[in-house]
Structures are given as C-alpha cells and as structure tokens.
C-alpha cells in the first residue's frame, strides 16, 4: 500500500491562515455587507457582486502565489467569512442572488488561489532559482568525491553517445 504522509503544520502554517481569515473578514465586512445593503440599488447589486468576486479571486491569486502549498485550499479559507455572513442573510431572508453570490465568492477565491500556484509553478520552471542550480552543483560535488571514477565513466559515456561522421560522404564530395 502507499505510505502515508505525516502532515506538518508550521509556524509560517499558522500565521498564513490567520492572516488569509483576517483578509476575508475584512472584504466580507465592508465588500459583501456592503453590497448587500438597502443602500445599494437593485440594479447596482449585480456589478457589485462581480467586483467583490473578482477581489476574492486577485487576494487568492496572491495567496497562491506567496504560499502555493495549500493551492485552491487557501481561496476556502479567505472565502469562508463572506460566505458566512451571505449564509445568515439567507437564513433570515432567502434571496436566490444572494446563494449564486456566495456560490461566486467561493469559486472566484478558490479559482484564484490555484492559479496563483500555477502561475507560480510555471514560473519556476522557466527561471530556475540559483538555489536550486547550486543545490544541484553540491550533489555532483558530493557524487564525485564518494566515486572518484564516475566522472571517467561519465565522459566515456558521452563519447559513445555522440554520433559517428561519416567520412564516406565527403570522399564523395571531392569526386
């Protein structure tokens, strides 16, 4: 059977979620109460949902960004207080635009968060970091010193590797 993984929590952990619940208790409080309010008229309550949305997805694009372990899990996390207080609106009120608002919030942060982590990745992949380089630089070191004849083995390796030119073509040439 597969192994298990043992899950690690660490101080970065913990401060990054604190720090993302504190966001979304933020832009739930003065974006998603705000847009919600009597004060807001009907017609306006449409683009206001779509700009908090996409305020939940740029916060979780960052998210993912900064710290990609935790991916899309990042944009539930952030989400999770403006979807709350959408949900006691609806318990008190049911409103079918305030359920797609929720809906949206949810997806729009989580979408975010992993694309930050795409984005991110795709980044390391086109600029590898001088840390990895030098990382991999100590390994062949390490390699050399504990098998003083691989690099010999190596360079022979390579030699066979490259392909033969073939004389008889430019004899032919001259002809």
């Given at each position: 059977m597969?192994?298990?993984?043992?899950?690690v929590?660490?101080?970065?952990?913990?401060?990054?979620?604190?720090?993302?619940v504190l966001?979304?208790?933020?832009?739930?409080?003065?974006?998603?109460?705000?847009?919600?309010?009597?004060?807001?008229?009907?017609?306006?309550?449409?683009?206001?949902?779509?700009?908090?949305?996409?305020i939940?997805?740029?916060?979780?694009?960052?998210l993912g960004?900064?710290?990609?372990?935790?991916?899309?899990?990042?944009?539930?996390?952030?989400?999770?207080?403006?979807?709350?207080?959408l949900?006691?609106f609806?318990?008190?009120?049911?409103?079918?635009?305030?359920?797609?608002?929720?809906?949206?919030?949810i997806f729009f942060?989580?979408?975010g968060?992993?694309?930050?982590?795409?984005?991110?990745?795709?980044?390391?992949?086109?600029?590898?970091?001088?840390?990895q380089?030098s990382?991999?630089?100590?390994?062949?070191e390490r390699a050399?010193?504990?098998?003083?004849?691989?690099?010999?083995?190596?360079?022979?390796?390579?030699?066979?590797?490259?392909?033969?030119?073939?004389?008889?073509?430019?004899k032919?040439?001259?002809?």
């Amino acid at each position: 059977m597969g192994k298990k993984k043992t899950l690690v929590i660490t101080m970065r952990d913990i401060i990054g979620i604190a720090a993302v619940v504190l966001a979304g208790v933020i832009i739930g409080y003065f974006g998603v109460l705000g847009s919600i309010s009597t004060a807001v008229e009907p017609n306006q309550r449409i683009n206001m949902f779509g700009g908090i949305s996409l305020i939940y997805f740029f916060v979780g694009a960052v998210l993912g960004l900064l710290l990609p372990r935790y991916s899309w899990k990042w944009g539930l996390f952030l989400s999770a207080p403006g979807a709350l207080l959408l949900g006691f609106f609806l318990l008190k009120e049911f409103n079918s635009y305030f359920l797609l608002y929720m809906v949206s919030i949810i997806f729009f942060a989580c979408i975010g968060a992993w694309d930050g982590k795409i984005l991110r990745n795709r980044r390391k992949k086109e600029h590898p970091s001088k840390e990895q380089s030098s990382k991999e630089q100590l390994k062949r070191e390490r390699a050399k010193k504990e098998n003083p004849k691989l690099e010999q083995i190596q360079k022979a390796q390579s030699k066979k590797d490259k392909p033969k030119k073939d004389k008889s073509k430019k004899k032919q040439h001259k002809r």
